[in-house]
């Protein structure tokens, strides 16, 4: 009893997650390419907005501390989750009716597109460090692992169900439609996030409940200070940032891209998300094999030259026009996205035997400041060379090309660590630890 009683606690966080998930789905892949493309809003204000996440990000610390110390109406996470997944909700909903203002009512649109993907920056943060923690409380130290690996895989089949289904509402584009494909996106993941509360979890008095408020949150300077008093790990954090601002600098921009390239429909684009989610599934089964036939060193590298050689081809496929050629340079990228990503996580674990959790905030902290970088780089690269050569394909192009040149300096970064210093005895992660830390590090 008490082990189906623990299975439907986690599917019920598993629904959770893909609530908050998926709301990111048709901000990511489907209105950032309506706002470049069809509204031509600034690729850097576009840019900008989706940070909004990973601007806020360093408030986790703070919120999981609050909500430590106060429950409310007796719980500790449940009241912090439901607000995170209201707002979240609310800002996938309102998004796409505010948006359509700016290229007409600037100074209208704008400050309610601020406030619409500030909300939803804000509730993804809240909502995630407090489900992260109720699963950790609910789990225990051993069930831990499991609970979240479970979690992530239905989150990346959430993202791949949530894209595919917004590709077929939007087989006619219209901005009707568009408003009406993100409500129902945010009607599901209200009645998945409330489904996934029912009961979930246990009153303050419960004994169970009482660890959270031993927990020790490091803040983002704790963690940076702990990490750059290291020479290993420093060095290690800046080539992580370097990779990851290369690799995930492209999100806002690869569906525009495809539809000023090869002129694809809003249905089109929007189902490379699916495509990366497939990808990335691959990637971390064969990983586990990989690492222990190569290295995970090997694996690394192969990834961010794989990384590298997908951004070439996406850039040569526009030059030249050839859309088979673009999918077949996404699929290289998000296989080698994939692979890159749970190695250096691997590797990253290797470098220490002792502060553990410390080290995966600094694998979350390097991935938001990357993604920040990254993101705001590529939307003001986009802008500048478009300006400076009237081609709006050339400033796309442009900035696949950086990311390549990121991805080498990131092999020059990576072979300056010694790799001597990783502990070549360690145990190989199983594929459940890898999706677990990949999930934890990222939310």
């Given at each position: 009893m008490k082990s189906n009683s623990m299975i439907v606690k986690r599917l019920q966080l598993a629904l959770i997650h893909v609530a908050v998930a998926i709301t990111l789905v048709?901000?990511?892949?489907?209105?950032?390419?309506?706002?470049?493309?069809?509204?031509?809003?600034?690729?850097?204000?576009?840019?900008?907005?989706?940070?909004?996440?990973?601007?806020?990000?360093?408030?986790?610390?703070?919120?999981?501390?609050?909500?430590?110390?106060?429950?409310?109406?007796?719980?500790?996470?449940?009241?912090?989750?439901?607000?995170?997944?209201?707002?979240?909700?609310?800002?996938?909903?309102?998004?796409?009716?505010?948006?359509?203002?700016?290229?007409?009512?600037?100074?209208?649109?704008?400050?309610?597109?601020?406030?619409?993907?500030?909300?939803?920056?804000?509730?993804?943060?809240?909502?995630?460090?407090?489900y992260i923690s109720l699963a950790s409380e609910l789990s225990g130290e051993k069930g831990r692992s499991r609970t979240i690996s479970i979690m992530w895989f239905l989150m990346?089949?959430?993202?791949?169900?949530?894209?595919?289904?917004?590709?077929?509402?939007l087989q006619i584009y219209s901005p009707a439609a568009l408003k009406t494909a993100f409500e129902w996106v945010g009607l599901v993941a209200l009645a998945l996030g409330l489904v996934g509360l029912v009961g979930l979890e246990p009153r303050s008095n419960d004994p169970l409940t009482q660890m959270s408020s031993a927990v020790r949150r490091a803040s983002w300077r704790e963690t940076a200070q702990t990490v750059l008093s290291n020479p290993q790990a420093r060095r290690f954090f800046i080539y992580m940032i370097v990779l990851l601002a290369a690799i995930l600098g492209q999100d806002v921009l690869l569906e525009p891209y495809a539809a000023e390239a090869f002129d694809l429909p809003v249905e089109a684009t929007t189902r490379i998300t699916s495509i990366w989610g497939g990808c990335v599934l691959v990637a971390l089964l064969a990983a586990g094999v990989?690492?222990?036939?190569?290295?995970?060193?090997?694996?690394?590298?192969?990834?961010?030259?794989?990384?590298?050689?997908?951004?070439?081809?996406?850039?040569l496929s526009g030059l030249v026009g050839m859309k088979t050629v673009f999918?077949?340079?996404?699929?290289?990228?998000?296989?080698?996205?994939?692979?890159?990503?749970?190695?250096?996580?691997?590797?990253?674990?290797?470098?220490?035997?002792?502060?553990?959790?410390?080290?995966?905030?600094?694998?979350?902290?390097?991935?938001?400041?990357?993604?920040?970088?990254?993101?705001?780089?590529?939307?003001?690269?986009?802008?500048?060379?478009?300006?400076?050569?009237?081609?709006?394909?050339?400033?796309?192009?442009?900035?696949?090309?950086?990311?390549?040149?990121?991805?080498?300096?990131?092999?020059?970064?990576?072979?300056r660590i010694d790799v001597s210093r990783f502990r070549s005895s360690a145990e190989r992660l199983s594929t459940g630890d890898r999706a677990a830390l990949l999930n934890e590090s990222s939310g």
């Open positions: 048709p901000i990511n892949s489907t209105l950032n390419r309506v706002m470049i493309k069809e509204l031509a809003i600034s690729a850097t204000l576009v840019a900008i907005l989706a940070s909004l996440p990973y601007i806020f990000s360093p408030a986790q610390v703070l919120i999981g501390a609050y909500s430590d110390r106060h429950p409310l109406f007796g719980r500790h996470r449940t009241p912090y989750i439901l607000t995170g997944l209201l707002l979240c909700v609310a800002g996938v909903v309102i998004a796409p009716q505010v948006v359509f203002l700016m290229p007409e009512q600037p100074m209208l649109g704008l400050p309610l597109s601020l406030l619409a993907f500030g909300a939803w920056g804000m509730g993804f943060n809240i909502a995630s460090v407090s990346i089949l959430g993202i791949i169900l949530t894209s595919i289904t917004l590709s077929r509402l990989l690492e222990g036939r190569l290295g995970k060193r090997r694996v690394a590298q192969a990834g961010a030259w794989g990384a590298a050689a997908g951004f070439v081809i996406i850039a999918y077949g340079g996404v699929l290289v990228l998000g296989l080698a996205t994939g692979l890159a990503t749970v190695s250096n996580l691997s590797l990253m674990l290797d470098m220490t035997t002792t502060q553990v959790g410390l080290f995966i905030g600094a694998w979350g902290m390097a991935d938001a400041l990357a993604r920040l970088l990254g993101t705001v780089l590529g939307g003001v690269v986009r802008d500048l060379v478009a300006l400076g050569t009237g081609v709006s394909l050339l400033g796309y192009v442009s900035v696949f090309v950086i990311e390549a040149g990121l991805l080498l300096i990131s092999l020059v970064l990576l072979n």
